[in-house]
């Protein structure tokens, strides 16, 4: 990116990289994302051209902006850019996902707000929902989160570390809400740091979701701990009530 407010872009066409051209990261609601960039994702959406970036940036203060926009294909849509939110947990970890609804089409983005997970929904008719908060994790906040999404249906699983601990917890969202029932967390896990990730999900077939992250349990002589592992089948099942008891 260029200082300040641009992100830069290349388009390949199959044959050749086009010149390089700039996005303003400014809203509908003409809030400015104005400081050095520290994260950028692209989410694809699969079988379609839609692609939605989210990038993340610094602050001196600790808090830092998360700005959101979805490419349709010929180019980005600003009418939809939002700034997700100016107040999000952490600059150096990557604590933010998107996912999308296989189904339907729409959206989730998930981040981390001071001691908050938090959701937006998207839609590419009708844009961003509100910002609603779905659990709370603790004052220092959420260190890194993932998601995937089914092949065949509208779940998304979700796999987050919180900094406190650190500590994992795992819940999934049906298509049109976050599930209740998820697995107790593990509550002293191996750190992830922020050139490295060791949370992880994906989805076995069209109904049963593997869910992977570093435990710190014994045996000690481990210097890493070691994985665990646990599933999570359709429509509302998980193979276990306790993280501290996957494999």
Known sequence: S???SYLQYVLWNGSRFSAFQNITLTDSALSRFNTNMRFTKLFPQPKTDNIMLITHNGSSTGLSALFAVTWTGDNFNMAHALMLTNFSTSDIQQH???GWESVSGEGVAFYGTRGN???????????WGDETVITRVSSSGLDQLRLCSA????YIGVIFETASGPQVNVTMWN????????PLADLVTVVGGSATVNIACDWINSTTALFTYTDLRSPTTLPNGYMNYFTFALPNNWNTTSMNDSS
């Open 2 to 4: 260029t200082s300040d």
């Open 96 to 98: 933010f996902a998107f």
């Open 117 to 127: 997970v938090t959701i937006r929904t998207y839609s590419s008719s009708a844009g």
């Open 151 to 154: 092949p065949d249906s509208d």
């Open 175 to 182: 298509g049109s809400q976050i599930m209740n029932n998820s």
